[in-house]
């Protein structure tokens, strides 16, 4: 079955600086990647996804980068502000569904 | 639109008692998932159905656990007997079709196994 690694596990930036969480996975049929944001208590919400037709999607503060050749894709935040603190999850799936362990980040203001 | 619902938010059981969770999908969407979330860790497929098919439930621990789809619109998900270790939040999904496409998640049942 599908492998998906996430990396790191915790992440502290500075208020306005930039963060990348970066993932891994292991089946070449997995062609929809999407990045969960989960703060405390609540159910995981969607924040950006990309499919395997295209390698870079941006929205606003956030953008995401998939390289299907090695298999990895990340999340990149810019401009980060103390309510982007959450756990981050990423994800891989074709015909199943796959999640990543969590990204912890925390923005300092 | 109506979201995902789940019922019971929380659930205080003893190890080796029964309990049942209850999820209702968004209205049209063919995919269900039931997820197991253990304290700080992502979400852990347990099952998904398509329409009132399983698609996998590969991790289901299927000594203890079942579920069921009837009718390909509500489901529920049983543990018995619980242990102590099934302590968590038991998050249910649902999407359009298939796992190319946006999971919407219900806000989860949290377990406490004593």
């Known amino acids: 079955g599908e492998n998906v690694e996430q990396h790191p596990s915790t992440l502290s930036v500075q208020e306005g600086d930039s963060a990348v969480i970066k993932c891994t996975y292991s089946d070449s049929a997995s062609n929809y990647f999407p990045w969960y944001k989960q703060e405390l208590g609540k159910r995981p919400q969607l924040i950006i996804d990309?499919?395997?037709?295209?390698g870079e999607k941006k929205d606003q503060r956030i953008a995401v980068t998939l390289n299907k050749t090695a298999k990895h894709f990340s999340l990149h935040i810019t401009e980060t502000q103390p309510e982007d603190s959450a756990v981050y999850f990423c994800?891989?799936?074709?015909?199943?569904?796959?999640f990543g362990s969590g990204t912890k980040l925390n923005v300092k203001p | 639109e109506a979201g995902v619902a789940q019922s019971p938010r929380y659930k205080i059981i003893e190890k080796r008692q029964s309990v049942a969770f209850w999820c209702n999908p968004i209205?049209?969407?063919?995919?269900l998932y039931w997820y197991q979330q253990i304290l700080g860790q992502g979400p852990k497929l347990l099952i998904q159905?398509?329409?009132?098919?399983?698609?996998?439930d590969s991790q289901l621990p299927k000594d203890r656990f079942s579920a069921e789809r009837l009718k390909g619109v509500d489901s529920t998900l049983k543990i018995q007997p619980a242990k102590l270790e099934d302590s968590a939040v038991y998050l249910c999904a649902s999407s359009l079709w298939g796992a190319t496409y946006e999971q919407y998640f219900g806000p989860g049942t949290r377990l406490t196994v004593t």
């Open positions: 994800a891989a799936g074709f015909n199943k569904f796959y």
């Open positions: 990309i499919r395997s037709n295209v």
């Open positions: 209205s049209g969407h063919a995919t």
């Open positions: 159905f398509q329409n009132n098919g399983v698609v996998d």
